[in-house]
């Protein structure tokens, strides 16, 4: 459980204890985790090997988290009782409220009066303990900045300072200060406060000695660092590997928190700052947890697509467009937007995305249908009727529609069927003219027709001033006296009667031999033909009969 790093323990000053050794303290934070960098404000722990080998027994914190703040600073206390000089040394981060100062660890966020908490060390707390050495106690600040308002309660830097009788207390800058205690503090028999004035930027509050301040001992005892075992450098190695292998900043801080100034201790310092540099990064590790797959990716790009939010492509990848549809969506449904998707919101959205599918079918289906009966009154209205102008308006409003077929091949009959009367008033022109077989006559049937069928040969005859003997009628049985009349009304030749015969050819009704001669076959065929389209079956032709004739070749299967 953690504890306010707040030290009223003067009480730990035993009065009676044998003076021995002295105690240092180390604390420098160069790397805030989210308060930014403070340059030089961990170089004070260089002076250690300065400072252990005058005889200190050194508590030194490089970038020190709430918890080993609060081990060193109580491995620090435990030394005092037995110490004849204290030395302490702060530089990073302070808050003050005017009349009480606080030194911030490497966590801390951004401060409030009522939200210190344990990653705050009280200096009013430190001055206490320190007072227990009049004459023989140091304190060494080094604010990164002083003054700036944070809140209408909080300032940066250090507050007015009760300092105990007895208490020197040194100001400056971290570059001076961590010059100082790495150069100055641990000269053997220094003056201080000559050396201090020497480097500049530093100033004294409390007791400042008038003939100088000499209070290091006079000599020094030169030790190296001891160094770790095999198995100490295994354990190391075994918990920063650890480290890594959980990515954590809480497994970063562990791991200094253990060894403040280990091997990799600049590494985990910079993955604990890049770690906090990322927005969302919990949320990232979730959703690369899920291993998505390419297919999967795709999904969900057309989920958000269908609902609105549009993901600039529907590829597998997740680029910036992708990040913007997720978190677009995730903030229309009160999720934090991260851009990155978790289990349960892939089951949301999946939800959604299918509801819409649903709706979107039917509403096309709703659609459909009135489409459908809107065409279908349009047709009762119009196109049913059956009449040309009806037909194309109906084409012209639905040329897919339900009855489109309908109307393309009624409106093709029709058109058929004028074709095949304004053909048999052709033929019929032109029997009258080869009747009267005279110039005259096929002049006025080029007048008429001047790119007619027979134009070539009207012409042809007018240009040889005579025309041939037209070929014989047909005999005409006296079967049917009325069909035989109306057929002889026509004027058909023998040119006229080989056209009515290859069109029962080639509607397969077999007229026999295509001579424009109407025998037995020819009659026959004629009969088949007017069965086959419900006609009256007569075996001679009328207008009806030739104009349907006509049709049926121009279009094959109308009417039958």
């Avoid at 306010?4 to 003076?19: F, H």
């Avoid at 260089?46 to 030194?60: E, I, P, S």
């Avoid at 450098?233 to 650890?242: D, F, H, K, R, V």
């Amino acid at each position: 459980m953690r504890h306010k790093i707040y030290l009223a323990l003067a009480t730990m000053l035993l009065p009676g204890a044998a003076l021995a050794n002295d105690a240092a303290l180390l604390l420098g934070v160069e790397r805030y985790e989210t308060l930014g960098r403070v340059a030089r404000g961990a170089d004070v722990a260089n002076a250690n090997d300065g400072l252990t080998a005058l005889g200190f027994r050194v508590a030194v914190l490089p970038n020190g988290r709430a918890e080993p703040t609060l081990t060193a600073v109580q491995t620090w206390l435990d030394t005092i009782p037995e110490s004849e000089r204290i030395v302490a040394v702060l530089s990073g981060r302070f808050v003050t409220d005017g009349s009480r100062t606080w030194f911030l660890t490497a966590e801390a966020g951004t401060p409030s009066l009522l939200g210190l908490g344990d990653t705050a060390l009280s200096l009013e707390s430190l001055l206490e303990v320190m007072a227990a050495r009049q004459g023989r106690a140091l304190l060494v600040l080094a604010p990164e900045a002083q003054g700036g308002a944070i809140d209408p309660y909080l300032y940066e830097g250090i507050g007015a300072l009760d300092i105990p009788q007895g208490v020197s207390v040194v100001t400056g800058d971290p570059s001076a200060v961590a010059g100082f205690a790495t150069e100055d503090l641990t000269q053997p028999g220094g003056d201080l406060l000559q050396l201090a004035n020497r480097r500049g930027g530093l100033g004294w509050q409390g007791f400042v000695p008038r003939s100088g301040f000499v209070l290091m001992p006079l000599e020094a005892v030169p030790a190296g660092p001891p160094q770790p075992t095999a198995e100490q450098t295994a354990a190391e190695e075994a918990l920063w590997q650890g480290a890594q292998a959980l990515d954590s900043v809480e497994a970063y801080r562990n791991y200094l928190a253990r060894y403040p100034m280990g091997i990799y201790a600049a590494l985990a310092e910079e993955a604990i700052a890049a770690i906090v540099a990322e927005p969302n990064r919990a949320d990232r590790m979730i959703e690369e947890a899920m291993n998505l797959t390419a297919a999967q990716r795709r999904t969900i790009q057309q989920n958000l697509q269908r609902l609105g939010f549009d993901p600039r492509g529907v590829d597998g990848i997740f680029g910036a467009g992708t990040r913007a549809a997720i978190s677009a969506w995730q903030r229309g449904n009160d999720f934090p937007p991260t851009g990155y998707v978790a289990s349960a919101q892939l089951t949301r959205l999946e939800a959604q995305a299918a509801r819409r599918t649903a709706e979107a079918e039917a509403e096309a289906a709703r659609q459909a249908q009135a489409a459908a009966l809107a065409d279908q009154d349009f047709w009762r209205e119009i196109g049913a009727q059956g009449d040309a102008p009806g037909l194309r308006a109906y084409l012209e409003r639905y040329p897919t529609g339900a009855y489109a077929a309908i109307a393309t091949e009624r409106l093709a009959a029709i058109d058929a069927e004028i074709q095949a009367a304004a053909t048999a008033r052709e033929t019929s022109a032109w029997a009258a003219a080869e009747a009267a077989n005279t110039p005259a006559a096929y002049q006025d049937y080029l007048q008429v027709y001047p790119q007619g069928r027979f134009a070539p040969e009207a012409r042809a005859r007018i240009t040889a001033g005579t025309a041939p003997t037209p070929d014989a009628p047909p005999t005409v049985p006296p079967a049917d006296d009325a069909a035989a009349s109306a057929e002889a009304a026509l004027n058909i030749n023998a040119m006229t009667g080989r056209v009515v015969e290859d069109r029962l050819n080639a509607l397969g009704f077999n007229p026999g031999t295509v001579d424009g001669v109407f025998d037995d076959e020819t009659r026959a065929a004629l009969r088949r033909y007017q069965e086959a389209r419900g006609l009256p079956v007569t075996g001679y032709l009328d207008q009806q009969v030739l104009v349907r004739l006509l049709a049926d070749t121009l279009i094959p299967g109308v009417g039958q």
